[in-house]
């Protein structure tokens, strides 16, 4: 993980000091967290990272894979704080969002999601913001900012990496709704991710190491595109991408 400092949005300058530091996780702080990525290696790393209770104070009490696994966890634990992947077999983050939206809105014990993914697209992060999110941080976050990050949306506050609090603002600015593109609903999440890298010029083995993904998983999301678009191969799809600005 390398170092992105997360930045409020929504609440005041204070708020990021009122959370404090890692060190004081022994102080007194404690929070119940419960982790959701289909990515085995990545939720032991972010354990190892964060999971620490008597250093950082967070309390890892279950994980999660896929979107059934999520629900069933969070429903049984209630967690203070899920860190929530936004692509996940089952329907994405959204659909867990969806389908936890009562536990999200108890006003005695609410469940708060923190979105924690490796995609900086804007229609991932505006979309488990209007699901129900707490905040949207970058799979780049180091330790350190993540506990404080977590702490933070138990409090009530919303969380960003820097360059993804502006797609939220400029979302929730404009009264219009977004326009529908018929075509770019066609693909999945996943396949609107290896699109986007595929389309900035990445190689098949570039996006499998950055999306935790086989080269041969890539390759069918890569088929499945094409067909989907009905175009030929990478450079239309370059240029079908880059003509809806999703580079």
């Known amino acids: 993980?390398?170092?992105t400092t997360p930045a409020?949005?929504?609440?005041?300058?204070?708020?990021?000091?009122s959370a404090g530091s890692v060190g004081e996780g022994g102080g007194g702080r404690h929070v119940r967290v419960v982790l959701?990525?289909?990515?085995?290696?990545?939720r032991t790393g972010v354990q190892a990272e964060i999971g620490a209770t008597a250093e950082t104070g967070v309390e890892v009490v279950g994980e999660?894979?896929?979107?059934?696994q999520a629900v069933a966890v969070v429903t049984a634990t209630?967690?203070?704080v899920v860190l929530l992947?936004?692509?996940?077999?089952?329907?994405?983050?959204?659909?867990v969002l969806r389908r936890c939206a009562t536990l999200a809105a108890d006003p005695e014990r609410p469940v708060r999601f923190l979105a924690l993914s490796v995609s900086d697209a804007a229609e991932d992060v505006i979309g488990v913001i209007?699901?129900?999110?707490?905040?949207?941080?970058?799979?780049?976050?180091t330790g350190p900012d993540l506990v404080n990050s977590i702490f933070r949306v138990r409090d009530g506050d919303a969380v960003f990496s820097p360059r993804l609090a502006g797609f939220v603002l400029d979302a929730f600015a404009s009264t219009d709704a977004p326009p529908v593109d018929e075509d770019l609903d066609r693909l999945t999440q996943r396949e609107r991710e290896v699109l986007r890298l595929i389309a900035r010029g990445y190689a098949y083995k570039e996006i499998a190491k950055q999306l935790f993904i086989s080269v041969k998983t890539v390759e069918s999301h890569v088929s499945a595109v094409l067909?989907?678009?009905?175009?030929?191969n990478r450079h239309e799809l370059t240029r079908w991408a880059t003509a809806r600005r999703l580079v």
Do not use: C, N
């Open 227 to 232: 067909r989907k678009l009905q175009l030929s």
């Open 78 to 80: 209630r967690p203070e």
């Open 1 to 3: 993980m390398t170092d």
């Open 85 to 95: 992947d936004v692509h996940l077999p089952g329907g994405g983050g959204v659909e």
């Open 130 to 141: 209007r699901g129900g999110a707490r905040g949207y941080v970058t799979k780049t976050i």
């Open 8 to 17: 409020g949005s929504g609440g005041s300058a204070d708020s990021a000091d």
């Open 64 to 68: 999660a894979a896929d979107v059934d």
């Open 36 to 42: 959701v990525d289909d990515h085995r290696m990545f």
